[in-house]
């Protein structure tokens, strides 16, 4: 439960940055509204979640990247649906662009904490 409850908090921050780039650069045509920031925290999450399939080693790396950006999108199309807002050209480019973003955020990080860890692992080592 803590696990995914991580993997949720984690959507949801990742997802928040995503929505203050959209901010930034104008792409979000309407207001932002209670209802649109609540639906883009949901999605987040459900994005988080959805990384768990990253927890094991059932399919090859690749085939794991394409289910969770397909399952990524079909959340983000379903969240675009809810607050009626519209898909263009520029729908896909900020979507892929975002997403290898993202993407490139969530390896540095994890591999910032796997060189943290290997350095308190050779602290302890050393006499």
């Not at 930034?24 to 994005?47: D, E, H, K, V, W």
């Not at 090859?60 to 969770?68: S, T």
């Not at 675009?80 to 973003?101: E, K, Q, R």
């Amino acid at each position: 439960m803590k696990k995914v409850l991580q993997y949720a908090i984690s959507g949801i921050g990742y997802g928040s940055f995503a929505y203050l780039i959209v901010l930034l650069f104008n792409i979000q045509l309407t207001r932002p509204t209670a209802a649109n920031i609540l639906s883009i925290l949901l999605m987040s999450a459900g994005i988080g979640l959805l990384a768990l399939i990253f927890e094991g080693d059932w399919l090859p790396e690749l085939a794991l990247v394409g289910i969770h950006l397909l399952g990524s999108l079909g959340l983000v199309m379903a969240m675009i649906w809810y607050n009626d807002w519209t898909f263009g050209p520029l729908f896909w480019l900020v979507f892929i662009a975002l997403y290898i973003v993202i993407w490139a955020l969530v390896r540095l990080n994890r591999y910032l904490q796997v060189e943290k860890i290997n350095q308190k692992l050779k602290q302890r080592r050393l006499p």
